[in-house]
T-cell receptor, first 116, second 112 residues
Framework: AQSVSQHNHHVILSEAASLELGCNYS??????LFWYVQYPGQHLQLLLK??????LVKGIKGFEAEFIKSKFSFNLRKPSVQWSDTAEYFC??????????????FGQGTTLQVKP | DGGITQSPKYLFRKEGQNVTLSCEQN?????MYWYRQDPGQGLRLIYY???????QKGDIAEGYSVSREKKESFPLTVTSAQKNPTAFYLC???????????FGPGTRLTVL
């Protein structure tokens, strides 16, 4: 069965530190890749997405992610985190099956805590 | 104001009672989804619907039921058969041909 794995469950960083959250998926076919963020008390919202083209994707609030097909990975990065980045982050994969409906499969989530 | 509405925000029920969670959207999206979010497990798909009057089971459909009589609405019923119903429930939508999903604010259900 297809799955998505996020390596870090809870990350604590100081402001200005660099961030990298790992995401790996298990599907060899065509995929769309997403990172969603859930700030405390807010809706789940899209940070960035990869459908095709340049594997380095830039999203909102200074986040970026790199799709490495050979490693089945889509890691999220930010050079310098802020206290306001404290949130839960979810990696998601939309795998295309023969029916082409594409279900969204989520990782377990990573809680990021940024200390001021 | 376009968006997805889920009501209520918090819901309490006694064990053994069925409860229906509301999801309404005015984005004119064809597809609607229900997820369950539990700590450390991410989001798991319960049911989804790509068009009116049609829906499919997701990965954890047991103990849940849905209907899709209108494009705007996709209510989820948590039945007494659901063994562990206390969770945060999220509704999402997507446009035809687009695989980005948009999420509602969620309903936190607590079964006492």
């Amino acid at each position: 069965a297809q799955s998505v794995s996020q390596h870090n469950h809870h990350v604590i960083l100081s402001e200005a530190a660099s961030l990298e959250l790992g995401c790996n998926y298990s599907y060899g076919g065509t995929v769309n890749l997403f990172w969603y963020v859930q700030y405390p008390g807010q809706h789940l919202q899209l940070l960035l997405k990869y459908f095709s083209g340049d594997p380095l994707v830039k999203g909102i609030k200074g986040f970026e992610a790199e799709f490495i097909k050979s490693k089945f990975s889509f890691n999220l990065r930010k050079p310098s985190v802020q206290w306001s980045d404290t949130a839960e982050y979810f990696c998601a994969v939309n795998a295309f099956f023969s029916s082409n409906t594409g279900k969204l499969i989520f990782g377990q989530g990573t809680t990021l805590q940024v200390k001021p | 104001d376009g968006g997805i509405t889920q009501s209520p925000k918090y819901l309490f029920r006694k064990e053994g009672q069925n409860v229906t969670l509301s999801c309404e959207q005015n984005l004119n999206h064809d597809a609607m989804y229900w997820y369950r979010q539990d700590p450390g497990q991410g989001l798991r798909l319960i049911y989804y619907s790509q068009i009116v009057n049609d829906f499919q089971k997701g990965d954890i459909a047991e103990g849940y039921s849905v209907s899709r009589e209108k494009k705007e609405s996709f209510p989820l019923t948590v039945t007494s058969a659901q063994k562990n119903p206390t969770a945060f429930y999220l509704c999402a939508t997507s446009a035809r041909g687009d695989h980005e999903q948009f999420f509602g604010p969620g309903t936190r259900l607590t079964v006492l």
